[in-house]
């Protein structure tokens, strides 16, 4: 079982993404929601315009596999700016063997 993977819904004006930080990892994995109107034959789940990203991420939830510890919500809107002398990556990883936490959220301080 791998440590966590994260979602990250795909905006159609936001070209970025922080995905490439997660995928094929030896402890994590990364799946995509984008807008159906991308035709995204990546995506894990296509939504709809206006459609909320609470609903997207219920969504993506039913379809990942059931094999990992956490599940990270991104979204490409969000921007990381690193604090640590750690990775991003790496960080979370510590914080989360370190804390086992229900529900994580990395520190202001760290974005």
Known sequence: MKKFCALVIRNKTVKTSYGHLFEDKERS????????????????????????????????????????????LISDKDSVKINTTNSFYNQILLDLDKFNPAIYSPSRNDF
């Open 29 to 72: 994995d990364c799946f995509y929601a984008s807008p159906k109107s991308s035709q995204d034959s990546s995506a894990l789940y296509l939504y709809n315009d206006g459609e909320n990203y609470s609903s997207i991420w219920n969504n993506m939830i039913q379809k990942v596999p059931k094999q990992y510890e956490y599940y990270g």
